[in-house]
């Protein structure tokens, strides 16, 4: 008897068994319920996927958010130390705030009078070399020589030390005044006589070192006496 689609495939010698039928019927059931188990996993796969996309982007920003800092730190490290060199040199104040260069000084005034004494003395920052004279003492020719030459003979005058100032004050000399010891000095090595000739009478000072120097004059015209003064600092 017939009812209806499975009848004919358990009848006869062609029939397909029992277990075979369920194995076929499952199988259609089994297509039908993949295909709905497909497209349900792909709707909540779909979820986990954006989910995980998220997360990548997150980690992928943080992880350039990270290179970014430490590419600005690196940098950071390579400015600071141009940034402290270059103020550095701004900061650094002069030795005792002393500004004088180590040029050579000098007037064109020439005055009558004569040298009379040269003394030395020591002072905090420089030491001070000083030619006594009479009359206005601003005539005076102050600088750094390789070598000082004497008045009139011209022959060289060593003296001890790095370094060698010749000292004219433009005034003769009657005699040849005693020489001061300068042994302890800072900055000062030797002071030797090295002529007088023709209203010119020169010194040659012998220094630690080329050392910033000032020279001036002062003058007392009640008594028409003056003095030439050279400081030499004791550091740059």
């Known amino acids: 008897m017939y009812h209806g689609g ?3 495939l358990l009848s006869g010698g062609n029939s397909i068994s029992v277990t075979q039928n369920c194995w076929w019927l499952l199988a259609l059931s089994g297509t039908r319920s993949g295909t709905d188990s497909d497209e349900g996993m792909g709707t909540m796969q779909r979820r986990p996927t954006i989910r995980t996309t998220l997360a990548t982007q997150a980690t992928s920003t943080t992880r350039i958010a990270g290179r970014a800092g430490a590419v ?3 940098l950071s490290l390579l400015v600071a130390p141009a940034a402290v060199a270059s103020a550095t040199p ?3 104040a002069p030795y005792c705030g002393i500004t004088w260069g180590s040029t050579g000084q000098a007037t064109d005034d020439l005055q009558t ?3 009379t004494g040269v003394r030395a003395g020591q002072h905090t920052c420089f030491d001070r070399l000083v030619i006594d004279v009479t009359g206005d003492p601003t005539g ?3 600088r750094y020589v390789s070598t000082v030459l004497a008045d009139g003979s011209g022959l060289p005058v060593p003296v001890a030390g790095g370094a060698r100032l010749a000292v004219v004050a433009k005034k003769g000399a009657t005699n040849v005044p005693a020489m ?3 042994s302890g000095y800072s900055t000062f090595r030797q002071v030797r006589w090295a002529g ?3 209203g010119r009478t ?3 000072l012998g220094v630690r070192a080329r050392l910033p120097l000032r020279a001036f004059v002062l003058y007392d015209a009640a008594t028409d006496r003056g003095r030439l003064i050279v400081d030499v600092a004791h550091s740059w």
């Open 6 to 8: 499975l009848s004919p």
């Open 72 to 74: 600005a730190a690196a």
């Open 90 to 92: 701004a900061s650094a």
């Open 113 to 115: 009078g004569t040298v």
């Open 140 to 142: 005076y020719d102050v």
């Open 180 to 182: 001061p010891s300068v």
């Open 196 to 198: 007088s000739f023709e």
């Open 202 to 204: 020169t010194l040659a």
